[in-house]
């Protein structure tokens, strides 16, 4: 049940970005926070093309890909890198839906590039971990992050997530707070009543197929007019909602109904707030600010609406930096 109190932020201007039941991206013609012009995906030079189990690390890196038992079914994960035992924590990275591990792909080896172990998780019901066969909450999918990462036997580590990755590492550091040394989250959804009603009223996209391939075309032109980006986003966004099959819109609906408001509120471990203009939750960093003074902020710049997968350097070099901002943070107690 989402908080009465939500509506305090409909003052705070018009929406034109939002996740919507239908898939991650909808936009009114520009961008979150300024209004301008999203760029035209055709536009990238194509990039390494990504696919799962080609993480692009040098010989010799650690790559080790597994299955964990949660309270959610068998959840995969991809575990790159091995760090410094003592110097620095690994780093989960939660994606949004109904994307899976190959939206941290290039992310991961960036990292391990820079000395860090970080560990990719396919939500439950997404990529290649167990699908799901009732409508779990956020609460649900943060339990089984928990129980991958006592299978990791990681007691503690800094948690990343984007989007609906964004959600789940809220509710794991408001749950299990020993868990978490530090939280980032890029694009936060935290939404009035009005606006998750609505995206919960939305109608599910159509998983019907047609033997002409037009599905996947018509996939690709509704994301290529709404997400700034490379072709290879797009080509991956679209894909991944088929992977996901018919139940692919759980994890957007557990994200319209949590109370991200009070488990905001809750909060007592640093976090640090990513933030671009062309990403599709942008204009929610206001609202965070307003409810959360404390946290760290950093505008980052980017083409894309999906930095993480198209920018990983300039994303990963954010990250290490916010597990130094971290470090140096006060937490309410």
């Not at 409909?10 to 929406?15: D, L, R």
């Not at 790559?63 to 994960?77: C, E, I, S």
């Not at 991956?236 to 099959?245: D, H, Q, V």
């Not at 993480?308 to 937490?331: H, I, M, N, R, Y």
Request: with cysteine; hydrophobic share 40%; net charge negative.
């Amino acid at each position: 049940m989402l908080c009465g109190s939500l509506l305090l932020f409909a003052a705070a201007g018009p929406v034109v970005a939002a996740e919507t039941a239908a898939g991650d991206s909808a936009v009114n013609g520009g961008s979150a926070t300024t209004g301008a012009a999203f760029a035209d995906p055709q536009s990238w030079a194509p990039p390494a093309h990504a696919t799962p189990g080609a993480v692009p690390v040098p010989a010799g890196v650690r790559v080790v890909r597994g299955y964990a038992d949660t309270p959610l079914g068998q959840v995969h994960y991809q575990d790159v890198g091995d760090g410094p035992a003592s110097a620095s924590p690994a780093i989960v990275l939660l994606h949004q839906v109904p994307w899976f591990h190959v939206y941290y792909n290039r992310v991961q080896a960036e990292l391990a590039a820079r000395g860090y172990r970080s560990i990719a998780i396919d939500t439950p019901g997404y990529g290649l971990s167990a699908r799901l066969n009732q409508e779990p909450a956020i609460a649900d999918y943060a339990a089984a992050i928990d129980a991958v990462m006592g299978h990791l036997r990681l007691r503690r580590a800094a948690v990343a997530g984007h989007h609906t990755g964004s959600s789940i590492g809220v509710e794991l550091a408001r749950t299990y707070p020993q868990r978490v040394q530090c939280l980032m989250l890029h694009g936060v959804p935290l939404y009035t009543e009005a606006e998750a009603r609505t995206r919960l009223e939305a109608p599910h996209w159509d998983q019907r197929y047609r033997t002409d391939g037009s599905h996947l075309a018509d996939r690709w032109a509704y994301l290529g007019g709404r997400i700034a980006g490379s072709p290879d986003s797009v080509q991956w966004s679209t894909l991944s909602m088929w992977i996901s099959g018919e139940t692919e819109w759980y994890g957007h609906h557990a994200v319209f109904k949590y109370d991200m408001q009070s488990a905001l509120a809750a909060l007592r471990v640093p976090v640090v707030v990513f933030n671009n203009d062309l990403d599709l939750l942008g204009y929610t960093v206001e609202r965070v600010r307003a409810l959360r003074p404390d946290f760290a902020i950093r505008q980052l710049e980017s083409r894309s609406s999906n930095m993480p997968f198209d920018e990983p350097a300039a994303w990963s070099d954010a990250v290490v930096e916010a597990l130094g901002s971290c470090s140096k943070q006060t937490v309410r107690r």
